[in-house]
Structures are given as C-alpha cells and as structure tokens.
C-alpha cells in the first residue's frame, strides 16, 4: 500500500516558459511544473478510473465501452506555489479570477477498450468556449507525441460538429472534416495553456493508450 501527501503535488516555484504566438492569439508552454512528477504518475496509477460524466444519463454514450474517460479529483488547492503559477497565467491572458480559484485539482484518465481504428480518424476535435485551457501530461513513458492536436474545421459539417459536442456517441471523427494545425508535444511534466475556443482534441494515433492510462491534469479558467 503507497501512502502519500499533500508535498507529493507541489509545484515548482520557478518554470522554464515559452510564449508560441498562433493565429493571433498566444500559448504558453511550461516546463517543469511538478517537483514530484513521478510520484504524482504513481499515485495516478493507483486510482481506478471514474468516468466523469454520467453515462446513464447519455445512453448513446459509448464511454465505458468503447474507452474510458475519466476524472479524478483531488483537493490541493492550499499548495501556494500551484496558485502562483496560475496567478501568472490569469495575469498573462488578462483574465479575472472567479469564486473556484484556486481549483480543484481535475486529472483527466483516458484509456482505449476498442482498438485505435486506423489512420484517416482523430479523436474528437471540440472547443471548450469562452476558456483558457490549461493541460499537464503525466505520462513519463508515452513519448511525446500523444500530447493535444490544434485543429482547423474543414468545412460547415465540422463548424456543426464543433457546436454539437456529442463527443461520447461518436469520438472517432473523419479526417476529411478537420485539418492539423500544430501538434503540442506530450512533454512529461510540461503544461500547456491556450484558449479553449480554439478547436482542439487528444492526439491517440495507436494503441498505447490500451497498455497504459493516459493522464492529464486539466484547469479551466
Ligand atoms: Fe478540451
């Protein structure tokens, strides 16, 4: 039996940051974010995987049978050196804190049933509108391309896909409806922060994902 504690989820105080300019708005890339990333890996890896919505109440939804999505949440929000850095990043986009800051600590699990169906798919494109989208990678042995995939809708089905969101009934989408922009590598321990109205979605491009758990930690501001 592992036991940890609230030291395991410190952050670093001090971060290597890049500023990627793109398509008239700004990412950030932050390296280095966890001072105890492998720990944080390990006890992820202990959690069972809790689907963060509910799949009774969509019977269309294929999670749980086809992949799991989940979500585990854990309350670090006294760790100050975590609230620095988000401090930064809500100074950086000119973003007003709300009544949730600091939040919750949201670590995403997704993990393939079903195997990856092949080349000319990608795994839901969506937009999280309004938001500033902040992701973690936690996988230390994925490589690094399984990180997020920024994509330009190809025509009005995708504009009309973007606005439905029915991720869960039909995540696979057609390659002919979106094209890749940039890809964000999946650097372990690295943090990425872009606006959530940009189209975007997880980069599964194999089967990895069926051996091991994939785990972000994802915040919304
Ligand atoms: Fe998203």
């Given at each position: 039996m592992s036991f940890y504690s609230i030291e395991d989820f410190e952050y670093n105080s001090s971060w290597g940051v890049a500023i990627i300019p793109y398509r008239g708005s700004l990412i950030l890339h932050i390296d280095e974010v966890y001072k105890k990333p492998l720990k944080v890996y390990e006890y992820l890896k202990e959690c069972p995987i809790r689907a963060h919505r509910l799949c009774e109440a969509d019977p269309k939804s294929l999670n749980g049978k086809m992949f799991y999505d989940g979500q585990h949440i854990l309350d670090?929000?006294?760790?100050t050196t975590r609230s620095h850095l988000f401090d930064k990043i809500i100074e950086f986009f000119c973003k007003e804190k709300d009544e949730n800051f600091p939040p919750l600590s949201r670590f995403n699990q997704f993990r393939l049933?079903?195997?990856?169906?092949?080349?000319d798919v990608f795994y839901t494109p969506h937009v999280d509108g309004g938001m500033l989208n902040c992701l973690t990678y936690l996988n230390?042995?994925?490589?690094?391309?399984a990180g997020t995939m920024l994509y330009l809708p190809a025509n009005d089905d995708a504009e009309q896909i973007l606005e439905n969101q029915s991720e869960h009934e039909q995540p696979w989408k057609d390659d002919s409806l979106f094209v890749e922009d940039l890809a964000i590598i999946s650097k372990f321990n690295s943090m990425v922060v872009f606006d959530g109205s940009i189209p975007h979605g997880q980069i599964i491009n194999d089967n990895r994902f069926k051996e091991q758990t994939r785990f972000t930690e994802v915040s919304f501001f």
């Open positions: 670090n929000r006294t760790i049933i079903e195997d990856y169906p092949g080349n230390p042995n994925c490589g690094s391309d």
